[in-house]
T-cell receptor
Framework: GAGVSQTPSNKVTEKGKYVELRCDPI?????LYWYRQSLGQGPEFLIY????????DSGLPNDRFFAVRPEGSVSTLKIQRTERGDSAVYLC?????????????FGPGTRLTVL | AQSVAQPEDQVNVAEGNPLTVKCTYS??????LFWYVQYPNRGLQFLLK??????LVKGSYGFEAEFNKSQTSFHLKKPSALVSDSALYFC????????????FGIGTKLQVIP
């Protein structure tokens, strides 16, 4: 596709529920990143995939958060037993190269609201 | 650990005047540095990056940034501001010798006054 796409654009859920957020990266981009952006803050790194494997998941806040990328393209961020503090905009980015200079291109984000 | 500081929450500038948005960074090794812009209800858009070479980097929409290693700064500049430049600007850093993790600043709101 022309850019990174994320679905849904908005998700409202109740505390304790399970949610899945989807990211479709730019075609051919091997690197994929998830970030979380809270109100008034910059994006906070969650996890980085190179191909199908999670190369760095040091930003995941706890074991309620999990992400997969089974075929090296689309990725899903999964949050179990959601809490009100999980409310934020979840951003996905992809880049062409695993090199550090590889520019990350961001999707529009999914706004998650936990009631 | 790597970090980014954007000391100004908001920068106001008159249309047609030069603008500067400040950024300082900290990494253990050499940095890769990035600037992104975020318009309301839109995703982050890449503006420019410093990898190596010339300290003055030119990017999209007439923006440029100067890498200053001694001052560990990477300030964003534009010679003549437009009202349409009003947005939220984020500086980001990655350690060349580290992992892929990119650390963002908290952002600076740029308001260009007509």
């Amino acid at each position: 596709g022309a850019g990174v796409s994320q679905t849904p654009s908005n998700k409202v859920t109740e505390k304790g529920k399970y949610v899945e957020l989807r990211c479709d990266p730019i075609s051919g981009h091997t690197a994929l990143y998830w970030y979380r952006q809270s109100l008034g803050q910059g994006p906070e790194f969650l996890i980085y995939f190179q191909g199908t494997g999670a190369a760095d998941d040091s930003g995941l806040p706890n074991d309620r958060f999990f992400a997969v990328r089974p075929e090296g393209s689309v990725s899903t961020l999964k949050i179990q037993r959601t809490e009100r503090g999980d409310s934020a905009v979840y951003l996905c980015a992809s880049s062409l190269t695993r090199g550090g200079g590889g520019t990350q291109y961001f999707g529009p984000g999914t706004r998650l609201t936990v009631l | 650990a790597q970090s980014v500081a954007q000391p100004e929450d908001q920068v106001n500038v008159a249309e047609g005047n030069p603008l500067t948005v400040k950024c300082t960074y900290s990494v253990s090794g050499n940095p890769y540095l990035f600037w992104y812009v975020q318009y309301p209800n839109r995703g982050l858009q890449f503006l420019l990056k410093y990898i190596t070479g010339d300290n003055l980097v030119k990017g999209s929409y007439g923006f440029e940034a100067e890498f200053n290693k001694s001052q560990t700064s990477f300030h964003l500049k534009k010679p003549s501001a437009l009202v349409s430049d009003s947005a939220l600007y984020f500086c980001a850093v990655r350690d060349v010798g580290g992992y892929q993790k990119v650390t963002f600043g908290i952002g600076t709101k740029l308001q260009v006054i007509p």
